[in-house]
């Protein structure tokens, strides 16, 4: 990523887990308690983004645990560090997850959310956790379906094709339905599945989540046509009220 879209990407994961419902879905309600790591453990985070989870990990391990993250990106690396200095636990590793650099067996838990949508191998990334993680360690990963991404105005073609396009720039948009196959196939046990609706409330929120406005304007550069920057002026004055949302599939592991 140039410098440019890593801080697009920046600004967008920080409005994201600000969101009440981004917060509901990693903490209280579903991954961290699945997870649940033990004080004193070491557990990873996998496409740790800005770091915000592995900070909040650090809080369930203690400072004479460890919480790792992981990320290809240096500068939003550099970023979580640089936010986490007063965490003692907390450590930063830039690297490819679908090539962990850790010991066989030397982490209790791990997690990966919204990263192998994006990775060129999600079935190696799994191996990679099932390698990694001890046995009896537990395993979260969560990952949108974009099969179920919609833009309120569904009723409208256009909001249909929007949805569509962004869906589609995706590497894996399915993924989070092929969680439980993955985690099957590289060795875990106990798999459960939740669902959490991941909902953008304005225009605003959705165009920074989603991406909208880029989306409509490459769909009037592709098609020739003004049809789609007429629809976004639309959706732009109606009222701010836009609701976008997508379903985020969450499974929750163990290592025999
Ligand atoms: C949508 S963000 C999710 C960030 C974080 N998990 C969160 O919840 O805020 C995806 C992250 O995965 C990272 N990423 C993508 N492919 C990767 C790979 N192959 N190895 C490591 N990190 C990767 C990106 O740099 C980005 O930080």
Redesign the pocket.
């Known amino acids: 990523?140039d410098a440019a879209a890593v801080g697009k990407?920046a600004r967008c994961?920080a409005f994201?887990?600000s969101l009440p419902g981004f917060q509901r879905y990693?903490t209280s309600m579903l991954i961290l308690e699945m997870m649940d790591p033990p004080r004193g453990s070491i557990t990873a985070?996998?496409?740790?983004?800005?770091g915000?989870?592995v900070r909040r990990l650090s809080r369930l391990v203690g400072p004479e645990g460890r919480a790792i993250g992981?990320?290809?990106?240096l500068a939003?690396i550099e970023s979580a560090r640089s936010a986490s200095e007063e965490f003692p636990a907390v450590e930063f590793v830039q690297?490819?997850?679908?090539n962990l650099p850790f010991a066989s067996g030397l982490l209790h838990s791990c997690k990966?959310?919204?990263?192998l949508?994006?990775?060129?191998r999600p079935a190696v990334v799994l191996n990679e956790m099932f390698r990694t993680v001890r046995p009896g360690g537990r395993v979260v990963c969560a990952e949108p379906d974009w099969g179920t991404f919609a833009i309120e105005d569904a009723g409208h073609a256009m909001a249909r094709q929007i949805a569509a396009i962004w869906s589609e720039s995706f590497r894996n948009p399915r993924v989070g339905r092929e969680l439980g196959k993955l985690l099957e196939e590289a060795g875990f046990v106990n798999i459960q599945v939740q669902e959490a609706l991941l909902a953008t409330p304005s225009f605003e929120s959705s165009d920074v989540v989603f991406d909208i406005a880029l989306t409509a304007l490459r769909l009037a550069e592709r098609s020739g046509s003004e049809e789609p920057l007429v629809w976004l002026t639309e959706l732009r004055e109606r009222d701010r009220r836009v609701c976008c949302s997508v379903t985020l599939v969450i499974n929750c592991a163990r290592k025999p």
């Open positions: 990523m990407m994961l994201m887990d990693k985070d996998l496409g740790c983004g800005l915000f989870d992981v990320d290809s990106s939003l690297a490819d997850i679908q990966v959310d919204r990263t949508q994006h990775v060129e």
